[in-house]
């Protein structure tokens, strides 16, 4: 991968992770705001119920940055696009649609197969 490609992917990650962060931000001050106490049991439970869910997303989203900056340090360390398992060059395609991708098209394959089979 040349030098103006793992900028591209930096730029992609870099923005993703903003975009992330501020959803996270306006989720907390939006809690902060909503934090009503209702009389109606109801009521609470509704509220309760929607915050819970807010945060089970902003928790994904947490581990999401996570990934992200593992991703942007293996770009420093130029181990960017790899595979893990085999060490072959992770496409060009595959990683524009999933730039943290850390397994080639047939390990990932392979992955979900036993995936499957422990599930059963």
């Not at 939006?30 to 009389?39: G, S």
């Not at 009521?43 to 309760?48: I, N, P």
């Not at 496409?91 to 392979?110: E, F, W």
């Given at each position: 991968?040349?030098?103006k490609?793992?900028?591209?992917?930096?730029?992609?990650?870099?923005?993703?992770?903003?975009?992330?962060?501020?959803?996270?931000?306006?989720t907390?001050?939006?809690?902060?705001?909503?934090?009503?106490?209702?009389?109606?049991?109801?009521?609470r439970a509704?509220?309760?119920?929607?915050?819970?869910?807010?945060?089970?997303?902003?928790?994904?989203?947490?581990?999401?940055?996570?990934?992200?900056?593992?991703?942007?340090?293996?770009?420093?360390?130029?181990?960017?696009?790899?595979?893990?398992?085999?060490?072959?060059?992770?496409?060009?395609?595959?990683?524009?649609?999933?730039?943290?991708?850390?397994?080639?098209?047939?390990?990932?394959?392979?992955?979900?197969?036993?995936?499957?089979?422990?599930?059963?």
């Amino acid at each position: 991968m040349n030098k103006k490609q793992l900028e591209h992917f930096r730029r992609l990650l870099e923005g993703w992770k903003s975009e992330l962060g501020e959803d996270i931000d306006r989720t907390v001050h939006t809690m902060q705001d909503e934090a009503t106490v209702f009389a109606d049991p109801n009521d609470r439970a509704s509220q309760e119920s929607d915050m819970a869910l807010e945060l089970r997303n902003r928790d994904r989203e947490r581990k999401l940055i996570k990934k992200i900056d593992e991703t942007i340090a293996k770009i420093d360390a130029g181990d960017y696009g790899y595979c893990n398992t085999c060490g072959v060059e992770i496409g060009l395609n595959r990683l524009q649609a999933r730039p943290t991708a850390s397994l080639c098209i047939d390990c990932k394959q392979l992955e979900e197969m036993r995936e499957r089979q422990v599930a059963k």
